[in-house]
C-alpha cells in the first residue's frame, strides 16, 4: 500500500464526506485526491521521481495535498521546521539537495534571505502568494487530476523528517511508503477511532506526529487544524465542529483547565483526548476526567519509527485516576505490529523489571538516514533498531523510561538538541566553556538551560548569552535559564558529565 492510497480508497469509499476542516474552508475526501494528484502531475513537470521536494509552511490544508501528493508524484517530501532559524533551514536545504521548494507566504522572506545558499532548488512555490511565476495556485491550475502515469514502489521514500540533530548535524530520517503506512496501520489497530470521529489536530504539521492525520484519514475521520493552538481556537472550533477526539500535550491541557472561559462552551461531543512527548501529571488527569468528562490515551514513539509503538489506552488512565498513579510514569505497551526488545550492551533480553535500551524492529522502521551508511549502521544490529531510550517493562507488560540516552530536550512537547543550543552559546565572544540541559518546569515539563563557563577576565550577562541565541537559535531552541559556573563536570576522557550538572541544578534554586 502507498501514502497516497490512503486518499484515494477514502474518496472512492466516502468522496462527499469531509477529510480536511481549516478556518472557513472545507476539502471533500474527493476534492482531497484531486488536489493531491494535481499536485503529483505538475510536479513531474519540473523534477523527478526520487527527487526531493520540501515544504516549509505552518499548517494549511495545501499541507496535505503535499502529504499525499508528492509522495504520490514517487518523490520525497522533506519536511522542514518552520520555527528554526534561517541558517539552520539552509542548511537542511542543502543536505537535502531538494528541487522543489514549498513555502507559504509568511517565509517568503526567509526564503530570499537563503536564496544564493540553496542552489539545487530550481523551482520555488509559495502557497499564497501572488506573483504569477512563483504562486501555488499558478503551480497547480490546470494540471491534470487524473492518477500519474507511473507509481511509486513501496519502498520508495515517501517523507524525509530531519531528526533534532541530539548527536551533531540532524540527520534525515528516510520513511519509506511501507514504513509509514505500517506506522499508520499499527495506530490503527490500537486506538478506538468510530467511523463518524472528527479528530482536531493542534500541533504543527512539520513533525513526524503528523503521521496521525493520515491515520484518521485511513479511517474516515473528519480532521481539522489549526494555524496555532490557542485555548480560544481551541474550544470554539470544538463546539462549531462538533469535535469527538483531539490531540494535546499534558502542558495544553493544563493550560485549558485553568482556563475561566472553559465553562463557557459546550465540549460534550468530545469523546477522547490523546497525548505525547511526556506524562501527564495524576492531578491533571484527575481533573480533565472529572471536568472535561472524556477519556484519555497516550502513545510513544519516534521520528525513526514512522509513528508510535507504544500505546497508554484509556482504560489504564482510568486505572491511574482511581489510585494507580503509578501506572503514569509507564509510556505504554508494545502495540501489536512493533517487536520490541529491552537489552543490555551485549544484545541480551534483560530480566523483567531490569533496565535496559529499548530496541525495535518492524515495516515501520524507517529505512535508514540520508546519504549516512555510517549513522544508518550504527543505528542497527541484526536489523534491530536502537532507540537510545533506557527502559524497563513491568508483569503486565507496560514500558517505562527511566532515561534518555542522548541528551534530547523536551520543552513543551518540542524537541530540543542539546548540541544546538550549545552551537549557539559559543557563538558568545565571552564563552569558554557550555553545556544545555533541560531543567524541570511546572509548564513546560522541560525548559533549556544554559550551563557556562567565561572565559579569564571576560564579563557577560544571562541577557547578553541569550541574546546571542536568539540570533541563531529558533525561539523554542533559546534558554530560559543561564547558571554561571567556574567548571563543568566532566569524564577520564574530556566527555561532559551532564547527568552531574542536573544533579547539582537540581538542588539550586533558579
Known amino acids: 500500500m502507498l501514502v497516497s492510497d490512503i486518499v484515494e480508497y477514502g474518496a472512492r469509499k466516502h468522496p462527499d464526506r469531509i477529510a480536511l476542516r481549516f478556518e472557513d474552508q472545507t476539502v471533500s475526501y474527493a476534492e482531497l485526491r484531486d488536489r493531491s494528484r494535481r499536485l503529483a502531475n505538475t510536479l513531474l513537470t519540473v523534477a523527478q521521481p526520487c527527487d526531493r521536494v520540501a515544504i516549509l509552511s505552518t499548517n494549511c490544508?495545501?499541507?496535505?495535498?503535499?502529504?499525499?501528493?508528492v509522495p504520490m508524484a514517487g518523490m520525497a517530501l522533506t519536511i522542514l521546521n518552520f520555527r528554526l532559524h534561517a541558517d539552520q533551514i539552509a542548511s537542511l536545504i542543502q543536505n537535502s539537495e531538494a528541487r522543489v521548494l514549498i513555502v507559504s507566504a509568511e517565509f517568503a522572506d526567509v526564503v530570499g534571505e537563503i536564496r544564493d545558499r540553496i542552489p539545487t532548488v530550481q523551482k520555488v512555490v509559495v502557497i499564497g502568494g501572488t506573483d504569477e511565476a512563483t504562486s501555488w495556485d499558478a503551480f497547480v491550475d490546470g494540471a491534470s487530476a487524473e492518477p500519474p502515469a507511473a507509481a511509486p514502489s513501496p519502498?520508495?521514500?515517501?517523507?524525509?523528517?530531519?531528526?533534532?540533530?541530539?548527536?551533531g548535524m540532524p540527520k534525515g530520517v528516510m520513511i519509506s511508503h511501507r514504513n509509514l503506512v505500517s506506522g499508520i496501520t499499527s495506530s490503527a489497530l490500537e486506538w478506538a477511532l468510530p467511523d463518524n470521529t472528527v479528530f482536531l489536530f493542534c500541533f504543527p504539521l512539520c513533525h513526524v506526529g503528523g503521521y496521525v492525520t493520515l491515520l484518521n484519514h485511513m479511517v474516515g475521520s473528519t480532521v481539522g487544524i489549526v494555524r496555532a493552538y490557542d485555548n480560544a481556537t481551541f474550544l470554539r472550533l470544538v463546539q462549531e465542529w462538533k469535535v469527538t477526539q483531539t490531540g494535546l500535550a499534558p502542558t495544553m491541557i493544563n493550560f485549558l483547565l485553568k482556563d475561566p472561559a472553559l465553562a463557557d462552551y459546550d465540549l460534550g461531543t468530545l469523546e477522547a483526548i490523546g497525548y505525547g512527548s511526556s506524562a501527564i501529571p495524576a492531578a491533571v488527569l484527575r481533573e480533565g476526567l472529572e471536568r472535561l468528562g472524556v477519556d484519555f490515551y497516550q502513545g510513544m514513539g519516534m521520528t525513526e519509527l514512522a509513528g508510535n509503538v507504544l500505546h497508554f489506552n484509556q482504560e489504564a488512565h482510568r486505572r491511574a485516576a482511581d489510585g494507580e498513579t503509578g501506572l503514569l510514569a509507564a509510556a505504554g505497551k508494545p502495540m501489536r505490529l512493533a517487536d520490541i526488545r529491552i537489552v543490555d550492551e551485549e544484545m541480551r533480553d534483560v530480566p523483567l523489571g531490569q533496565v535496559g535500551e529499548m530496541i525495535v524492529r518492524g515495516d515501520q522502521v524507517m529505512s535508514g538516514y540520508w546519504r549516512d551508511p555510517q549513522s544508518t549502521a550504527a543505528a542497527f544490529t541484526d536489523g534491530w533498531f536502537h532507540t537510545g531510550d533506557l527502559v524497563r517493562q513491568d508483569e503486565e507488560g507496560f514500558v517505562y523510561i527511566?532515561?534518555?540516552?542522548?541528551?534530547?530536550?523536551?520543552s513543551g512537547g518540542e524537541n530540543v538538541a542539546s548540541l544546538a543550543v550549545e552551537q549557539a552559546l559559543y557563538r558568545h565572544p565571552s564563552v569558554a566553556e557550555a553545556a544545555a540541559i533541560g531543567v524541570k518546569d511546572e509548564t513546560w515539563g522541560e525548559v533549556v538551560c544554559a550551563v557556562v563557563v567565561l572565559r579569564e577576565g571576560a564579563d557577560a550577562t544571562a541577557d547578553d548569552i541569550i541574546a546571542t541565541c536568539r540570533d541563531h537559535l529558533g525561539g523554542f531552541q533559546v534558554p530560559r535559564r543561564v547558571v554561571f559556573v567556574d567548571t563543568l563536570p566532566r569524564n577520564v576522557m574530556g566527555k561532559v558529565l551532564k547527568r552531574d550538572i542536573r544533579d547539582q541544578l537540581a538542588t539550586t534554586p533558579a
Open 155 to 167: 519502498e520508495d521514500i515517501a517523507w524525509m523528517v530531519y531528526t533534532s540533530g541530539t548527536t
Open 61 to 69: 490544508t495545501e499541507y496535505f495535498d503535499c502529504y499525499y501528493g
Open 402 to 410: 527511566v532515561d534518555r540516552m542522548k541528551d534530547l530536550i523536551i
